[in-house]
């Protein structure tokens, strides 16, 4: 009886160890579905082994960037090698022999009927249909739970279609990478898609266009070129590939939109036709300055956490975004002036500008007259370090080692944001502590006003007193009540950058 139990035991570990011997590798493939010329869906393929003790659990898309409940748009499994169940909307379970080879079929269908609306509150949900497919990786790919160590491997298969695909995942098509390159990522397939490539400060740019704009694809590009070079010789590394997809929205007369999504190795844009090619300049330096902050800095937080973080991963991006362009030349110091009294101003006015950040947390997705807060707020307080940091060299020094202190370590020494490990990393690398500060103007929310000589010799704050638009109602309430809701306060004063010399 021993002796035969031993044998079996012995045997099932043999069967299963190739699975638990080498890093799992999970295989996606890609294509689209195509039905009378028209994409209908997009089809994925996932093969992968089976957990070790016969239970694989997978997790479909659920919340991400202002989408919810993304597994809607996930349909249709239908798995070999084990069977499959769904004990909620929002996970597979798949039961097979320990380590079994799976394989686990979906599609993904668009999140819009027709053209996504160009007041949409995100671009982020899938886009698929009729010509051609835009999504990115964390709305379509389904994942096994408690896996995040395994690697990940891609195709694109066209399927017979004349599509012209571009995405950030090719890479993985050579040798595989991480599961979270994979969420993190942008695959777009037009049949008019036009792909351009430049060199930028010593590595390849693609841009990969589909639409019409108010220039060439060509001029977009070499812009682009521009700004990635600036943030790389700040940074000093990421001489990576980069991929940026720049697609086009329909939009009534006079509407004007763009939005950008950071994905560490590509970005990706979504505009009306009508937008200069200046008005992108300040939107890509933010965007690519995103490659670093935060996910080179710390990272974020996942969930309804996330925007606790915003102050640093958007307010000091914008910060940067412009300071590294006025250095470059990239813009003028009109351009500079102009964008940072946009940013003061809305933050003067902006009926939240006393609120502490956790309303910036319970609000940010439900709220638009919030979002752009934790961008102004964390821009100012950017100023105000700089300011603080000065003579141990100001806040450059404090970034860059952010980057090398956060590389390679467990991020859960700093609870997973950048926000959280910036005042560590300043204390250690200047001796000066900005707790009481963050506390003060980001925790509490109290307003900032800054210094007449914040930004320094040709340029001085002043402080105006502004007269507000005001509708009279809360227009987000309104609509989704119906009932014309909320008296918005009165004008509070503004600060106002300008040009002295
Ligand atoms: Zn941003």
Redesign the pocket.
Known sequence: MIIKTLAAGLAAALVSAPAWAATPIDAYRLSPVVENGKVTALAITLTLPADADGETRLKLPDAWGGGEKLWRFVKDPVVTGGTLSAPDEKTWVVRSKPGAPLTVRYRVISAYDGEPPVDSVNYGQPIVGPDGFYVIGHTVFVRPEGRDGDRARFTWDQAGSDLVFASDLEPLIKAPGKLDDLSASVAIAYKDLTILEREAAGAPLRLAARGTFAFTPAAFADMAAHTIADSRAFWGDAKEPFLITLSDLNAPKGWTSFR?T?LGDAFAVISTRNVPLDQYKLFLA??YF?TWNSNRLGGSQDGPQEPAGYWF??GF?DYYARRLSLRSGFVSLEAFVKDWNEALQAYGLSPFRAAPNATIVARFWSDRTLQKLP?HRGALFAVLMEAQLKAKGGLDPVMLAMRDYAKGRDRAEWNFAAANLFPRIAKARTGIDVTSELDRYVTRGMPIALAPDAFGGCLTVERVTRPKFDRGFDGDASQKTGVITGVLSTAPPTRRACATA
């Open positions: 950008g950071g933010h965007e995103h991963s958007e991006t961008y």
